[in-house]
């Protein structure tokens, strides 16, 4: 079973909300990661965890807060978003941090009002 | 840094092949990956290989891999509609992040 998980598949939210968006593998695997992907782009990376430890920030702004709970949950915690943060949410997971395959998740559709 | 080029669009008739191209900068690329995105979907892995590999065949999916010329492709025989999608190509490198070209839009014309 190569399955990640996310919940919820749509969001709309204001720029004032506080929202989460939830990713869970059980596959075993101990690195997750959090992408951004924009219309007719690829996906960029935001966070990697690594054995539910933060080893990669690429440099996103504080209103995206992540959070890996356990070793197969990760959460991004969404605060204050501008218009410009709608994109497709992507969680991804490898059974190790590096080189090893990620597999993705289908991605939450984030709309900021 | 790493760069990974792809051309834009391909378009192709039902039952045709479909060749896409890739390009990457990294010699010490130690994986390489084709994963394929329907809209509105997330990314699923297609086939991967290693670096140490020239070809690798996984049903109608062929990849090539040319580490002189730093060239991948991604052929796919009996070329269907619902093969209608994003193709990307991604590089692994050491312990850096997965770097993954523009995309190729693929149309298939029935």
């Known amino acids: 079973d190569t399955e990640v998980t996310q919940t919820p598949k749509h969001l709309v939210m204001g720029m004032t909300n506080k929202k989460s968006l939830k990713c869970e593998q059980h596959m075993g695997h101990r690195a997750m990661y959090w992408y951004k992907q924009k219309a007719k782009k690829p996906p960029e990376l935001m966070f990697v965890y690594s054995y539910e430890k933060l080893s990669i920030n690429e440099s996103v702004p504080s209103r995206f807060s992540p959070e890996c709970p356990n070793s197969s949950l990760l959460n991004l915690h969404l605060h204050a978003l501008q218009p410009e943060d709608s994109a497709l949410y992507l969680c991804?997971?490898?059974?190790?941090?590096?080189?090893?395959?990620?597999?993705f998740g289908p991605g939450t559709r984030l709309t900021v009002l | 840094g790493e760069d990974v080029e792809q051309s834009l669009f391909l378009s192709v008739r039902e039952g045709d092949s479909s060749v896409i191209n890739c390009t990457y900068t990294d010699s010490s690329s130690t994986y390489l990956y084709w994963y394929k995105q329907e809209p509105g979907a997330g990314l699923q892995l297609l086939t991967y290989?290693?670096?140490?590999?020239d070809m690798k065949q996984d049903q109608r999916l062929t990849v090539l891999l040319n580490k002189k010329d730093k060239h991948l492709s991604l052929r796919i025989a009996d070329t269907q509609t619902g093969d209608s999608a994003i193709y990307f190509c991604a590089d692994h490198t050491g312990n850096t992040p997965l770097v993954f070209g523009k995309g190729t839009r693929l149309s298939v014309i029935a």
């Open positions: 991804a997971s490898s059974s190790r941090a590096g080189t090893d395959t990620q597999y």
């Open positions: 290989i290693f670096s140490n590999m």
